[in-house]
């Protein structure tokens, strides 16, 4: 199972808005709406932030939203602030029975 | 509050094994599935591992098939992952996280256990 793929890395200023693409197959990303995405900083462990490509956990920021378009899912943070900075993982269940992750995009607030 | 304790982590060499452990509490524990996911240092995350609820049906990485066994003791709330036949790939943090029904989003995570496989 290929690990998704995300962009090594994007950049924003505080309050602008950037979006994460997470891109898969239709054995995955493409054929469930069980993509999720993470957030982890340094030395800690990942928070889920999306579920369901588009449910946000309690307690998550309304700024955090997740869309999804064939094998193709985004995840946009709005009015980006600086602990937002942080690595970014998108997750998929598989046609396998089990879980991809995307390799990781790194948040730069500026 | 749900929470996961990792532990079991360590220095173990090419060709040993090692066994780790996460103690759940917070949460009916026989009633979700569990996960195993790694982190290597510096890169991305791997999922490993899961298990059902009842610990009757496993899910395994093609990486780590034959080589790693997932197991749970539902009466002690507690989540296993045997780990054989160790290579230095395999060097990493390991973390256990509660899942699903079935494994597909792990959440939350424990603090993680750092493997390192090195002579």
């Given at each position: 199972?290929?690990?998704?793929?995300?962009?090594?890395?994007?950049?924003?200023?505080?309050g602008?808005?950037i979006?994460?693409?997470?891109?898969?197959?239709?054995s995955?990303?493409?054929?469930?709406?069980?993509?999720?995405?993470y957030?982890?900083?340094?030395g800690?462990?990942?928070?889920?932030?999306?579920?369901?490509?588009?449910?946000?956990?309690?307690?998550?920021?309304?700024r955090?939203s997740?869309s999804?378009?064939?094998?193709?899912?985004?995840?946009?943070?709005?009015?980006l602030?600086?602990?937002?900075?942080?690595?970014y993982?998108?997750?998929?269940?598989?046609?396998?029975?089990?879980?991809?992750?995307?390799g990781?995009?790194k948040?730069?607030?500026? | 509050?749900?929470?996961?304790?990792?532990?079991?982590?360590?220095?173990?060499?090419?060709?040993?094994?090692?066994?780790?452990s996460?103690?759940?509490?917070?949460?009916t524990f026989s009633s979700?599935s569990?996960?195993?996911?790694?982190?290597?240092p510096?890169?991305?995350?791997e999922?490993?591992?899961?298990?059902?609820?009842?610990?009757?049906?496993?899910?395994?990485?093609?990486s780590?098939?034959g080589?790693?066994?997932?197991?749970r003791?539902?009466?002690?709330?507690t989540?296993?992952?045997?780990?054989?036949s160790?290579?230095?790939?395999?060097?990493?943090?390991?973390?256990?996280?509660?899942?699903?029904?079935?494994?597909a989003?792990?959440?939350?995570?424990?603090?993680?256990?750092l493997?390192?496989?090195?002579?």
């Amino acid at each position: 199972q290929s690990a998704l793929t995300q962009p090594a890395s994007v950049s924003g200023s505080p309050g602008q808005s950037i979006t994460i693409s997470c891109t898969g197959t239709s054995s995955d990303v493409g054929g469930y709406n069980y993509v999720s995405w993470y957030q982890q900083h340094p030395g800690k462990a990942p928070k889920l932030m999306i579920y369901d490509v588009n449910i946000r956990p309690s307690g998550v920021s309304n700024r955090f939203s997740g869309s999804k378009s064939g094998n193709t899912a985004s995840l946009t943070i709005s009015g980006l602030q600086t602990e937002d900075e942080a690595d970014y993982y998108c997750s998929s269940y598989t046609s396998s029975s089990t879980i991809v992750f995307g390799g990781g995009t790194k948040l730069t607030v500026l | 509050e749900v929470q996961l304790l990792d532990s079991g982590g360590g220095l173990v060499q090419p060709g040993g094994s090692l066994r780790l452990s996460c103690v759940a509490s917070g949460f009916t524990f026989s009633s979700y599935s569990m996960s195993w996911v790694r982190q290597a240092p510096g890169k991305g995350l791997e999922w490993v591992s899961g298990i059902s609820g009842s610990g009757d049906i496993t899910y395994y990485a093609d990486s780590v098939k034959g080589r790693f066994t997932v197991s749970r003791d539902n009466s002690k709330s507690t989540l296993y992952l045997q780990m054989d036949s160790l290579r230095a790939e395999d060097t990493a943090v390991y973390y256990c996280a509660k899942d699903r029904r079935v494994p597909a989003t792990p959440n939350p995570w424990g603090q993680g256990t750092l493997v390192i496989v090195s002579s």
